[in-house]
């Protein structure tokens, strides 16, 4: 649970809502490594906008 938490906060610089930290604890149930889940959020619609909106 922890995990998901700190990953979202580093990449997206904000706590996930509950949709999104459901979704990514039923992520790591199904044993997506911990890799796989920064590969996933760095990839999210959420942190590209924040990237490319940074860029701009």
Do not use: C, H, K
Not at 9 to 26: E, H, I, K, R, V
Not at 29 to 35: E, P
């Amino acid at each position: 649970m922890e995990r998901s938490s700190s990953i979202s906060t580093d990449t997206n610089q904000n706590a996930p809502d509950a949709d999104g930290y459901a979704f990514w604890l039923n992520s790591m149930a199904a044993r997506v490594t911990r890799d796989q889940l920064l590969i996933n959020f760095s990839e999210s619609p959420e942190n590209q906008t924040n990237v490319f909106g940074a860029r701009a």
